[in-house]
């Protein structure tokens, strides 16, 4: 019976149901396409890290005491193994097209049924000098198959090698590398393999077989089964997207959260419409729990559509997600009992929202359906033990964030948080109730249209404050995410620049840098450049000596990088690492006495961060003080300054593409650090204004809703206005300026909060390595007001469409 009616209500009027399955899609969606990454992303990088296993029977691992380079070879020799195939591996700098960069060269298997990917095009490296590469990698370099390519391990001199195959793999490892090839096994001549792949002419002997390799393999060599041997990769290397994930589940935890405050809020409007329909059910003898049960029949039914749509829709989102990141080289994978769970969720969390609303619903007497027009429930502002318990827990919060901005303290900041979100759910809506009256005073003063909007908010109070809530969670967010994001980037920025005096820095092993070269940087736009000549040297050590170089720094570059070299009296300054200080056990200005090439040079050393990042250097002195001593020095690096606040992205890509065309130097200097902490960051700012993206869409159905329950409630107030003569532009206007009222308080509360709080995460994350930067991201504060702005006039338009449709004669015959 209760179903029945329930599913009736559902049928007959569709559309009072719409914001609610729309709220839940949301919601659900962001949990089912969390779910969806984290189970796709897993299984790819799980194949990612155990495909070269996939294809043999037992792996051979060399441990670190082996340094024989046939140690596999006695494998060979065991009865039941029919192949053996060592694997190499290398990491080299790559040198090709316009760019350059790292790249990871493995080897491939002799036994074609062990290789575990096919060319797509070309044929498979049968010498030393030919590889095959990765279809994105040759993109990426702007090659393709029939190219020469430089590559270069260390200080050895570069080695050309011809691409004359591509493979499509459909994923990239996260072997910190750029760029991926494959070569055959002599082109790793002299290295000791890490490994080898044995596969065996008897699967079903295959643990005898695994137990005689061991005994045959020298000490410190070991052999696994290949599928044992998979899964401990898989297991290793899963979980490297642990952290996206965890904020992934943030946000929707957000998303649940305002659609549970936009539910709420669009089933009070429901019960508003059917005052009178719920009075006639108490009439004709229906209990209270039989009108709540109603309810919460329909929350679950909107709630199952909703859930149900959002999880597909999620999965798709979230498979899509993985392939953008190139992490879904394994299909689709998601486990059918989290997606339940998802829909579960879904249902529930719109029941939970209904509950409220329920119970108000049984409070209606039957007397009101015997009245000609029903008024609205009435909504007081009430709750002064819940204002006080919400304050007392922001007091806590507030203090347990500053210990954490104090201690530097990340769980500490997270604790804080919650303390801080549960304060304000329980203490916010009843303060923006309270300041909703001063604030309808000021809109009387801006015209009847404002004035009329202000009246109508201070009427319902409560009501409008349970809706900006939506509006305040999402704008928290957005610019705690935004304002972290900025701060994190000023402050990486500031250390770097702090740490890497050098912007850029390209130099060679010890050879004369190419003019060309040198010309070229010094053509980069926002680059001041320097030759730097250097000199062989040898440093005293705790243990042997330590071999390096001096760098003779010209008058210019001193001036402004090192002052302190131009001291004129005793002996020539020499600017070493602080740590190398440290660990001879020297302090600040003691003497040091340096071997350079054949002579010995008494110097002052002294510690400075220009010594350890700028290269392969351990020493920094004045040029002339360097040729005074008659020390010779060579021209092999270029020094770039860049001034403050430059693009350190655009910065690195020209003088990598400088370097590209040089395989004899390497590129050093603050360009070379901090990408990673950037990615991260970027990826957090691109998240934020998702996360926007959502709150507007969210924010819009709760403020779209409570304008449409207004709408009822006065259609005998509009009514007399239109008799009176007031214009459906003006009736417009009203609802407009209810709905951007509501959204730019909600919007300005969001950001009062979101602002310490994203401030308090910087300096909790990164106070320990750097002193932060605090920067308030106004470009993105600014769009979150407009957006704020905007959600508020889209979401009176329907409102106001039907606010204007009420006939003036309405007001007259009631």
């Known amino acids: 019976m209760t179903f029945a009616l329930a599913w009736s ?37 799980r194949l990612t ?50 760019r350059r960069g790292s790249a990871n060269v493995q080897s491939i298997p002799a036994t074609p049924s062990v290789r575990w990917f096919s060319v797509g095009e070309g044929t498979w490296p049968s010498a030393a000098g030919e590889v095959v590469a990765d279809r994105r990698t040759l993109t990426d370099l702007g090659v393709g198959v029939g190219a ?31 760029y991926r090839f494959y070569a055959p096994a002599a082109f790793f001549g002299g290295d000791t393999p890490p490994a080898a792949l044995l596969t065996v002419t008897d699967r079903s002997r295959l643990s005898e077989t695994v137990d005689a390799v061991g005994r045959a393999l020298p000490a410190g060599a070991t052999a696994t089964d290949a599928a044992e041997a998979a899964d401990a990769a898989a297991a290793r290397f899963a979980g490297g997207n642990t952290q996206l994930v965890v904020l992934m589940l943030a946000f929707a935890a957000v998303a649940l959260l305002s659609s549970i405050l936009v539910i709420a809020n669009t089933f009070q409007v429901i019960i508003s419409q059917r005052i009178r329909q719920v009075a006639l059910l108490r009439l004709v003898g229906g209990h209270r729990r039989q009108v709540s049960r109603v309810v919460l029949a329909e929350a ?43 829909v579960l969720t879904g249902v529930g969390a719109t029941v939970v929202a209904a509950w409220a609303p329920a119970r108000r619903a049984t409070r209606v007497p039957p007397v009101r359906a015997l009245q000609e027009v029903p008024d609205a429930l009435p909504v007081r502002v009430r ?42 759910l329980i203490a916010l809506p009843l303060g923006i109730a309270l300041l909703l009256p001063p604030a309808a005073r000021g ?44 701060s994190g980037r000023a402050t990486v920025e500031a250390d770097l620049e702090a740490r890497y005096p050098v912007a850029a820095g390209v130099h060679t092993d010890g050879a004369a840098i190419d003019d060309r070269t040198v010309e070229a940087l010094a053509g980069i736009t926002g680059l001041t450049t320097g030759t730097v000549a250097t000199a062989a040297a040898t440093f005293p050590a705790a243990g042997k000596p330590t071999p390096a170089r001096i760098a003779a720094l010209p008058a210019d570059l001193a001036g402004r990088l090192a002052p302190e070299l131009a001291t004129s009296a005793g002996d020539p300054v020499l600017l070493v690492p602080g740590a190398y200080l440290t660990a001879r056990g020297l302090h600040d200005g003691a003497p040091l006495t340096v071997r350079v090439k054949d002579r010995d040079v008494r110097f002052t050393a002294r510690g400075s961060r220009l010594a350890d990042t700028t290269g392969q250097l351990l020493g920094v002195a004045a040029a002339d003080r360097l040729a005074a001593a008659g020390v010779r020095t060579v021209p092999t690096a270029v020094w770039g300054i860049a001034p403050a606040g430059f693009d350190r992205e655009t910065l ?64 005998r107030e509009m009514a007399l206005l239109r008799a009176l003569g007031t214009r459906r532009g003006r009736l417009r206007a009203m609802v407009a300026v209810e709905a951007v009222t509501i959204t730019l308080v909600g919007t300005v509360a969001g950001i009062v909060i979101g602002v310490p709080v994203g401030l308090v995460g910087v300096i909790a994350a990164v106070g320990r390595q750097a002193e932060p930067v605090i920067m308030l991201a106004w470009p993105q504060l600014g769009l979150v007001l407009v957006a704020a702005a905007v959600t508020g006039v889209l979401a009176s338009l329907a409102p106001a469409r039907r606010a204007t449709r009420i006939a003036p004669a309405e007001g007259l015959v009631r």
């Open 652 to 715: 690195a890509a020209d003088v990598n593409a400088v370097a590209a065309r040089d395989a004899g130097v390497e590129v050093g200097g603050g360009i070379t650090e901090g990408g990673d902490i950037m990615n991260v960051l970027s990826i957090l700012l691109g998240l934020s204004l998702g996360m926007l993206a959502v709150t507007v869409v969210i924010a819009l159905l709760g403020i779209a809703n409570l304008l449409g329950l207004s709408v009822i409630e006065r259609a």
């Open 9 to 45: 209500q559902v049928r007959a009027h569709p559309g009072r149901l719409l914001a609610i399955v729309a709220a839940v899609v949301l919601a659900t969606g962001f949990l089912a396409a969390t779910a969806t990454f984290a189970g796709t992303s897993d299984e790819g990088l």
């Open 300 to 342: 679950a039914i909107a709630g199952s559509i909703g859930a149900v749509i959002g999880t597909v829709a999620g999965v798709g989102l979230g498979y899509l997600g993985a392939g953008l990141l190139d992490i879904n080289g394994g299909g689709l994978a998601v486990n059918p009992v989290v997606l339940a769970l998802c």
């Open 148 to 178: 020469r390519l430089d590559f270069r391990q260390g200080t050895a001199a570069p080695v050309t090698v011809t691409v004359v195959g591509s493979a499509d793999l459909g994923f990239r490892p996260l072997t910190g590398s750029d």
């Open 383 to 424: 709750g002064g033990r819940r204002l006080v318990i919400g304050l007392i827990l922001v007091v806590l919060a507030v203090g347990v964030l500053g210990l954490a901005a104090a201690g530097t303290s990340l769980p500490l900041a997270l604790a804080g948080g919650v303390l801080l979100a549960a304060g304000l």
């Open 49 to 98: 890290a155990a495909a070269p296993l996939t294809t043999a029977d037992i792996v051979l691992d060399a441990g670190d005491q082996v340094r024989d380079p046939h140690w596999y070879e006695a494998a060979a020799g065991v009865t039941g193994v029919q192949s053996v195939d060592p694997q190499y591996a290398r990491t080299v700098s790559v040198f090709g097209g316009a």
């Open 443 to 486: 809109l009387e003063r801006l015209g009847v249209a404002a004035g009329l909007a202000g009246s109508n908010l201070r009427q319902n109070a409560r009501r409008t404050a349970s809706a900006t809530m939506a509006v305040v969670v999402g704008a928290a967010l957005v610019t705690g995410l935004a304002v972290a994001s900025a």
